[in-house]
């Protein structure tokens, strides 16, 4: 990868890695560093890195900075969406949602936001996150099932 | 096999679109048996999470890098290192030729040169109080070649005592005069470059000339051209020598040889290209754009 092309991963997965730095970390001030950290190792390691990986390595550097890093510091604090008052007239599905996607844990946001910001299927997916498919299949489904859950509760509330 | 221990498993790889064909088809069938589990499904389906394209990140131009370094003088090289090519096969095929050209022929310590004034016709170039070169004179086998007008070197030679002149029939020339130095190392016995008249043109160009075979049995003077071209004269018994230009003395078919004055003409023509980009090179100062940095190279 030359600088150009750096320059086009720049261009074309900047916002995407912010938009997945952000949900996963749920600070944007740390999504803003994780996204910094991500394109820097980019750089530093552009000559080891096929053009056509670059986005897979970026969302790898990204995932493990916005994990690793949560875990280090121990504060999984998810800046979660304010409470609301839900009623039939106000059924904003993407804020609850985002409440559900805060009761999950880091690694299970990070692999629900892969797949669903970015598409990829279960293979790539244990590729970014160095987990194996059926893992990949397991910790999804239990995300799932915990956002259905909350979904499901928010609606009976409703 | 879809059951009530896996069916969620099925309905979240539906959810997620990693479901084969036939195992969707499986799903529907299991779905039109148990149509209550549709809104689970339905459940599982709205957690998709669609990402907001509004949220963009404001820092992108810091993460950019220069894409043009260091760049423009990769390319500049080749463009460079053809023209240091071209201008040393031109110097590799020019200077020893000029200095060739350019060196005065002697003979007896003398120099000859001649003076085309197109006249049409062919005459001794002098010295009659040498009996040798008298006799040589009055031989039909005394084989010269033509010469140039006006030229600086030959009013320089125009200076020399006659008396020391040799007999020279010129070919190409009307009037053929003496020229040369007195007391000079002979260089060469058997062939030897009289003089050079240049005119307006190069050295390059003289040797790109036609040469002229004069054989002296059937010798007729014919002026065909008034370009200058360089004299040279023949000291030789043997009468099939001719005399010509340098390209002349290279034992080579006259197809090749052609071929060989035409390839000098075109890198004369080259040299002169390049010393005209040479100096305006020189005379301007080029730059290059790195990045957001402007290099100026000044000669």
């Known amino acids: ?158 | 096999m879809i059951t009530w221990e896996n069916y969620e498993e099925y309905m979240v790889m539906h959810a997620d679109g990693e479901l084969l064909p036939e195992q969707e088809q499986a799903l529907m069938s299991f779905l039109y048996e148990h149509p209550d589990l549709q809104a689970e499904l339905t459940a599982f389906t709205m957690t998709k999470m669609v990402p907001d394209t509004t949220e963009t990140y404001a820092l992108k131009d810091t993460l950019l890098r220069p894409e043009t370094a260091a760049k423009p003088v990769v390319m500049a090289l080749p463009l460079w290192r053809r023209y240091a090519v071209a201008a040393a096969v031109v110097a590799m095929l020019a200077v020893p030729g000029y200095r060739y050209m350019m060196q005065p022929s002697v003979t007896n310590g003398q120099e000859y040169g001649a003076v085309a004034v197109n006249t049409g016709k062919t005459l001794p170039v002098a010295g009659n109080n040498n009996p040798a070169t008298v006799a040589t004179a009055t031989s039909a086998a005394e084989q010269v070649t033509h010469v140039g007008a006006n030229s600086p070197a030959v009013a320089a030679v125009a200076t020399l005592p006659a008396a020391q002149s040799r007999p020279v029939r010129a070919t190409r020339t009307t009037k053929a005069v003496r020229v040369g130095t007195t007391n000079t190392p002979r260089t060469t016995a058997d062939s030897r470059v009289l003089a050079i008249a240049a005119t307006d043109i190069s050295p390059l160009e003289v040797v790109a000339t036609q040469p002229i075979k004069i054989s002296e049995k059937n010798f007729v003077p014919v002026v065909t051209n008034t370009l200058p071209l360089a004299i040279e004269y023949t000291e030789s018994n043997d009468e099939s020598v001719a005399a010509g230009s340098l390209l002349d003395k290279v034992p080579m078919s006259d197809t090749r040889r052609n071929g060989m004055k035409s390839f000098v003409a075109d890198v004369a023509t080259g040299y002169s290209r390049v010393s005209n980009v040479t100096q305006e090179i020189a005379q301007a100062s080029l730059s290059f754009k790195i990045g957001k940095k402007q290099l100026k190279v000044s000669f």
């Not at chain 1, 409470?83 to 880091?106: F, G, T």
């Open chain 1, 1 to 158: 990868m030359d600088a150009k092309q750096y320059n086009t991963c720049v261009r074309e997965w900047a916002d995407a890695l912010f938009r997945f730095a952000w949900k996963c970390t749920g600070q944007q001030d740390d999504a803003n560093d994780v996204v910094q950290g991500a394109f820097e190792v980019l750089w530093q390691k552009k000559e080891e890195v096929p053009a056509e990986k670059g986005k897979a390595f970026l969302f790898q550097v990204a995932y493990r900075q916005s994990v690793d890093n949560f875990r280090k510091r121990s504060r999984v604090v998810f800046k979660e969406a304010p409470e609301e008052h839900y009623s039939p007239s106000n059924p904003d599905l993407k804020k609850v949602l985002d409440r559900a996607l805060a009761q999950l844990d880091e690694r299970a946001r990070a692999l629900v936001l892969l797949k669903d910001y970015e598409g990829y299927s279960y293979e790539e997916i244990g590729r970014i996150t160095n987990l194996n498919e059926s893992q990949v299949k397991v910790y999804l489904f239990r995300a799932r099932k915990t956002l259905k859950d909350y979904l499901v509760s928010v609606e009976n509330v409703i």
